[in-house]
């Protein structure tokens, strides 16, 4: 699997500042086999009620409140990438996860500030339950209330802002990108610019996406601006 010039470009130097993640596109700007368009065949809209997982309490997302096209759903989705591929539309604010038969699971997601996006291709190296957060040593320059957890790492909990879930990506050389796809407590984020590169989703919709992942090379994950 090859990086692309443009993370090389854009990607891999924004995450020379990360040591992990805090907390309709054009068609100029989509992969040729990537759709243009998407047509829900079932949505998931009560999938956000309070979970107990792992010991943790969940609490119940107010899901009226955020936009439907951001709440889980079945679309009909082509694309010439096999199942299992995640991509990942930065604009649109859409993670698709690839089913067979033309099909996908959509979730909204967050995804990084100006100046921190990235776009490239990696693969999910491992992913993790209830993940450790280090936040980097450039993070707590600009915010010296996180920095005691550079070293020590904040545990998890429902204020890590990694959430439930964290999956790692790396490139083919089989480098971590210090890229991730993860939970977050601040469910408002989703359709938002509001993380520090990383893709971010909602504790609920992470916990079922990281059920369907299975790490290693052939886990494709391609990122599009």
Not at 132 to 154: C, F, I, L, N, Q
Request: net charge positive; with cysteine; charged share 20%.
């Amino acid at each position: 699997m090859r990086i692309r010039t443009s993370m090389l470009a854009s990607g891999l130097l924004a995450s020379l500042a990360l040591a992990g993640c805090s907390t309709t596109s054009d068609t100029k700007d989509k992969p040729k086999d990537v759709a243009v368009r998407t047509q829900t065949t079932e949505i998931f809209s009560d999938a956000y009620g309070p979970v107990t997982d792992a010991g943790y309490s969940l609490p119940a997302i107010p899901i009226s409140r955020l936009d439907k096209k951001f709440h889980r759903q079945i679309v009909e989705f082509q694309t010439n990438e096999q199942p299992g591929t995640i991509i990942v539309n930065t604009r649109e604010r859409f993670l698709y996860y690839i089913l067979p038969n033309g099909k996908a699971v959509r979730y909204g997601i967050g995804v990084g500030k100006q100046g921190f996006a990235w776009s490239g291709e990696a693969y999910v190296a491992w992913k993790q339950e209830w993940p450790t957060w280090h936040p980097p040593k450039e993070m707590a320059v600009r915010k010296p209330d996180v920095a005691r957890y550079v070293e020590d790492g904040m545990g998890p909990g429902l204020s890590n802002p990694l959430g439930a879930r964290a999956m790692y990506l790396f490139n083919e050389k089989g480098q971590d990108t210090l890229f991730r796809l993860h939970g977050t407590p601040e469910w408002a984020s989703i359709g938002t610019a509001a993380s520090s590169g990383c893709i971010r989703l909602m504790n609920q919709d992470v916990i079922d996406l990281y059920s369907r992942v299975r790490p290693g090379r052939q886990t494709k994950v391609v990122v599009i601006q």
